[in-house]
């Protein structure tokens, strides 16, 4: 059973002098429940821009994302948010947490859009990252390494069933790259979630059974 | 605790210092115009209230404000005397219930004393069956020197049942003044949160036998003699407070009393006396609202510019929350929030502002009139006020949570 399934998917950029600049234009690409895929993505082959399609950030111009079931280009926007908040986690590159909250509070408030907050679920995510001890520490209290793990505990806060990932070891030095990807693949097995990670790193793309290019998949060719 | 409670805590916290300035600047509006609505209109229902114990005042010719004035609330001069035979006409009128003789021209440390019959503890009611109550002693004998002491009155200058006191001439405190006649302080009375609190009460007759005194009241100089009892051709008062068997007499009384010559005047009614003056007054009371609406209208500006200041450095906030499942109306909803929480917080603090304000106001209100103003008087002010605050507060934010509503996520994250 997929849990992604792409067909047709384009996506244009209008400039401020008015050309249309394409950016996506895949034909078909889909994922199976629990899969794990690489995506490798030189810079400005729109792999930002793809996940963002993934994610019901940015709305396509044709072409169906069906995600767990439901097409998100069909939806109207507080129904793709409400679909990222249930369906999808998501880690940056740059890991995207809030400054003024706690570790322990960027998890929950990733809950709070979905299901709910779950205060001991959340803790326990943040103990399985092993991030027990800093739970009431804020980002800028905690290293590298600690902010990336609690980015992937937040992803997978609402058990979703798909995880995005873009170049999350894009930040870390080869160690310690090798563990965060050792630790998000091995939580997501455990979550039962699907895994897409776009990367450039060839020692990251080499550690998955699936590989895929997008500067493949995408017909655009070398975009923004 | 929700997603929006929890934005709205973290951000207030992260922006301590604005939020701090921006709710001390809403304290001060909320508080400004409790204040000024409170006093005004609590000084307003203060002085016009019907239930002052009299339907009116008799007392020499000229203004009925100014004899309102001195007589009721104590204040501004007398404007002269009118015979004792007035007093005693009025007195045996069918339609007067109660007539009071005052006489005023002395004080003690600043504080007035007034000559009066002993009705004053047995007859008079300073509200609606309520009667002046003695919180220590008993009332004056009105053939001896002594003194009844109003509650703010002895509060102020110490005096106590067994106190002898040495009146001084004049209604302003003069130290040079002093007579030679010593009181002796019979009672303290219990207080009535009325002018009377400030009042020293003593006999008629101690008025008549001040030292320096002349009566003029058959309209040649007489002075009292010790021992000699006072003709009552030659006795005056300043005025008498009369309260009448039904309201309605007053016209008539007022008809007689005011166009038979220039010996009286007969201020009726009391209430409408002093809305007379408060009508003159009003434009000063409006000036004073509007300042105060102005400084609410700074304040809500206040919300808005530091709400919007920090929009630019929060746009990756509302992508990440956006990211995360928020939709545009939860990161609308969260500044709106925010805005109304500031302006909810100023409002909470407004009350200390107006705490402070009303009693700084009560005691020179106090001070100056006796009348007391009531930090928990019901008044529709106490949460209008509070409540159209945090309502300017929430349309102060709708400008930031337009922006931040705005936000593109994919350009921010």
Known sequence: MSVLSIEGLRKSYVSPDGAT??????????????????????????KTTFLHLIAGIVKADSGSIVV??????????AARDRARALHLGYVFQTFNLLDGYTALENVMLGMMFGPGADRAKARSLLERVGMADRMHYKPRQLSVGQQQRVAVARALANQPRLVLADEPTGNLDRIRA?????????????QDAALLLVSHDRAVLESFERRESLSELNRVGSAT | MSALILLVRRSLAQHKLSTAVTVAATALACGLVLSVFAIANQTQSSFTRTDVGYDAVLGARGAPLQLVLNTVYHLETSPGTIPFSLYQTIKQDPRVELAIPYGVGDNYQGFRLVGTSEEIFTAFEYRDGRKLQFAVGGPFDGQRREAVVGSFAAAQTGLKVGDRIQPYHGLDYDPNTQHDEVYVVSGILEPTNSPNDRVIWIPLEGIWRMQGHVLRGAGEEYVAEAGVPI???????????????????GMALSMDINRQGDIATFAWPIDEVMLDLFGKLFWFVV???????MVVA????????????????????????????????????????????????????GFAVYAAVLGAAS????????????LLAPDPILWMAP???????AVAGLLPARKAYATDVAANL
């Open chain 1, 68 to 77: 767990a079931g439901d097409d998100i280009t069909a939806m109207r926007e």
């Open chain 2, 363 to 374: 005691v020179l209100i106090r001070e100056k009139t006796g009348v007391v103003l009531d």
């Open chain 1, 21 to 46: 600049t394409p950016v996506i234009d895949i034909e078909s690409f889909a994922m199976a429940a629990g899969e794990q895929v690489a995506l490798e993505g030189a810079s400005g082959s729109g």
């Open chain 2, 387 to 393: 409540l159209g605050m945090v309502l300017l507060g």
């Open chain 1, 178 to 190: 090798a563990e965060a990807l050792a630790l998000i693949r091995e939580v997501c097995r455990e």
């Open chain 2, 287 to 293: 000036i004073l609202k509007y300042v105060a609406y």
């Open chain 2, 298 to 349: 700074v304040a809500t500006g206040a919300i808005l510019a530091s709400i919007y200041n920090t929009m630019n450095e929060r746009r990756r906030e509302f992508a990440i929350l956006r990211s995360l499942g928020a939709s545009r109306r939860t990161v609308f909803g969260a500044i709106v929030l925010e805005a109304a929480t500031i302006s909810a917080l100023g409002a909470a603090f």
């Open chain 2, 231 to 249: 003709p009552d051709k030659h006795k005056e008062v300043s005025a008498v407070m009369v309260k009448l068997r039904n309201r309605i007499f």
